[in-house]
């Protein structure tokens, strides 16, 4: 019998409502402009740490066993910029961009590669950039009004929240899009 594959990745969850509202109100701009996107859902928002992909129900065991002695302490993560990826002349990715907390989440990064290092996964070829996807850009259409969005927005402040646990999700992919759970929650050391 084949072994059940699990989608999986490890992520810091955004639960301050009043970040989620105004990341709601930016949602809304970019979706005026009739442009072809597809919004993250509030409660689906969140800080990739890791993406891990496919692997058998037993290597996640594995992987909290080997994550779970990441040392961090708590750190206050501010939310502040709108940008996109890869550029303004083709948008893929909408982003809210992290302004403070870029150690603390880099701490966390680092401990993930280096304890999936040892289990045989192989290291981010592209590096750790920490954002926050607030839409993603499914065609060209209204691409220039986007941009102007983006650019009106660009320097609005979010929120600022403290960070005091990181978690391993698994990702189910439905018609309707992604639907997460938690598998597993590390807590900092003084949480």
């Known amino acids: 019998m084949k072994p059940e ?3 999986c990745f490890f992520a810091i969850d955004i639960e ?4 989620l509202d105004k990341i709601t109100v930016v949602q809304k701009r ?6 072809n996107l597809k919004l993250v859902a509030p ?6 740490l ?3 992909g496919e692997v058998p129900s037993e290597f996640v065991d594995r992987m909290i066993n080997f994550s779970d002695d990441i040392e961090f302490s708590p750190f206050k993560v501010e939310l502040r910029d709108v940008g996109c990826f890869p550029s303004l002349r083709r948008i893929n990715v909408i982003w809210a961009g992290i302004r403070e907390g870029n150690i603390g989440l880099m701490t966390i990064y680092q401990g993930l590669e280096s304890r999936m ?5 192989k290291p981010e070829r592209r590096g750790f950039s920490p954002h926050l996807t607030i839409a993603r850009v499914r065609s060209g259409r209204n691409i220039d009004k986007i941009a102007e969005v983006i650019d009106e927005v660009s ?20 018609p309707t899009g992604p639907m997460y759970t938690t598998i597993h929650q590390f807590d900092s050391q003084n949480s």
């Open 50 to 52: 890791k993406f891990i």
């Open 30 to 35: 970019l979706q005026e402009t009739g442009a």
């Open 43 to 48: 409660d689906k928002i969140h800080i990739t």
């Open 155 to 174: 320097n609005t402040f979010f929120g600022i929240f403290e960070v005091m646990n990181f978690r391993l999700k698994r990702s189910v992919l439905k």
């Open 5 to 7: 594959l699990i989608r």
């Open 117 to 121: 290092r040892q289990l045989g996964l």
């Open 16 to 19: 301050d409502k009043s970040t």
